[in-house]
């Protein structure tokens, strides 16, 4: 069996970065390998994923981890991974995304966060699209398996390795109980803001409250993203350095100078009748509330990505999204890229966005610091991959959690769920949406 633990791997202090060579070489698979779930093929430990449907890419090991915190995380991280990208050798003739040298990263919400901000390249890639499957193997030259001149190991049965993957990982249950900010709490915050908003300057702010769970040594996270990838096709599901769910909502994504991203804002729940079902959707396309909430979040996604871009437009009208458990006020915008800037640069223009913020959004951040009083981590903010051309795609950090380790070997998670506040917002209503939101991981932990 592969065994991604004996992989080197390299941590980078940003402040004393020199850029590390390294050689990525991508070869499609023979069609012996056979994958409809890339989600079944998961190491074990520390899994790295970015998959939607039978789409995407994951990640065995790490070569090189960068990891930055602060206000200039972001930015810091998208500099080093250029000049990174700058000296690497890359063979690859597909034109796949996420094919060639990748790095999954995940980042912080907060400027003041403890949580770091990292970047992470596996020592192997293995991705699928449109039923093509392909094999990445990434080497930092001048360590043992990546010497200059290596060539790829061709003589490897990769069908035979990643075979061995498929089987069932541990099950187990586990309860949710209320975080730093308990449900009461919750609601006494949604009623500072409710004022806030009243007097005007605070157009909208979101407002989140989080659960914990106690874990078992033999916790497989494994079997959690199975289950969120199986209840949730239409999510990206993202697991990065213990942050992990299914994302409803692309932050943004860049393939071949072209950018595509989707707001959503504006949430009710599903129903079990298909005729309230229907009901509900045309409903939340007609709230003044709901669709007020997301024009706040349209226009701040075109306004931080017109710099970047030589045009960008979207849909003149948001369409409800079906999700399994939630109808949500979706719109696509897209843009075309200027030379020299890469997904994770936007990525950092974008963070944290209005709708997972607020507008005006300094404001809003300040708000939020100010009511909610704990650290978000890595809740709402970018997860996802870039490529070492600039491409990539990246989620925002949703209906999920992140894992926590203990030296013991017990385990723990924090998850989060939040609701974008405008005037006419109820407390009732908007604790109650949290609930709903907290259901993927909910139902994965079961």
């Not at 504006?266 to 009901?279: L, N, V």
């Amino acid at each position: 069996m592969f065994d991604s633990q004996n992989f080197l791997r390299l941590v980078v202090d940003l402040p004393s970065f020199k850029a590390q060579p390294l050689r990525a070489e991508t070869r499609l698979l023979s069609p012996d390998v056979k994958i409809s779930q890339l989600i079944n093929f998961l190491p074990a430990e520390n899994p790295l994923a970015f998959v939607r449907g039978g789409s995407g890419i994951i990640g065995f090991g790490e070569a090189l981890r960068l990891s930055a915190k602060g206000p200039e995380r972001m930015s810091q991280l998208a500099e080093v991974w250029r000049e990174t990208a700058a000296v690497a050798s890359v063979t690859n003739n597909l034109v796949w995304p996420g094919s060639g040298l990748v790095a999954f990263g995940s980042v912080a919400f907060a400027d003041d966060s403890a949580s770091e901000s990292v970047l992470i390249v596996p020592r192997l890639v293995l991705g699928s699209h449109d039923g093509e499957v392909w094999l990445t193997e990434i080497h930092l030259d001048g360590q043992p398996g990546g010497q200059p001149g290596d060539e790829p190991r061709e003589d490897v049965d990769w069908a035979k390795i990643f075979s061995d993957h498929t089987g069932e990982p541990h099950t187990f249950s586990a309860d949710l109980h209320p975080g730093q900010i308990s449900p009461e709490q919750f609601t006494v915050n949604v009623e500072s803001a409710l004022g806030g908003l009243a007097e005007g300057a605070l157009q909208k702010v979101v407002l989140a409250r989080d659960v914990v769970a106690e874990l078992p040594a033999s916790f497989d996270i494994r079997n959690v993203l199975r289950q969120l990838s199986d209840s949730y096709p239409t999510c990206w599901i993202y697991s990065v350095d213990g942050t992990f769910g299914a994302s409803p909502e692309l932050l943004v994504r860049v393939s071949h100078g072209q950018v595509s991203a989707r707001v959503l804002a504006g949430t009710a729940g599903r129903g079990t009748d298909p005729g309230i079902d229907h009901a509900i959707s045309s409903a939340l396309v007609g709230s003044a509330k709901n669709l007020a909430e997301h024009a706040f979040a349209v226009t701040s996604l075109v306004e931080a990505l017109e710099p970047f871009c030589s045009h960008v437009d979207a849909d003149p009208t948001p369409f409800s999204l079906a999700l399994p458990n939630l109808w949500h006020l979706a719109s696509d915008v897209h843009g075309v890229l200027k030379t020299g800037v890469s997904s994770l640069d936007l990525a950092a223009a974008l963070h944290p966005t209005a709708a997972v913020a607020g507008t005006p959004r300094k404001l809003a951040v300040d708000f939020i610091a100010r009511v909610e009083g704990v650290d978000r981590g890595r809740y709402a903010a970018p997860v996802g991959y870039v490529s070492a051309d600039g491409d990539g795609a990246w989620a925002i950090a949703l209906r999920g959690a992140q894992l926590v380790s203990r030296a013991d070997g017990s385990k723990s998670l924090r998850a989060f769920a939040g609701c974008g506040l405008v005037v006419g917002s109820s407390a009732a209503a908007e604790l109650a949406e949290t609930n709903l939101k907290f259901a993927p991981i909910r139902e994965a932990l079961s």
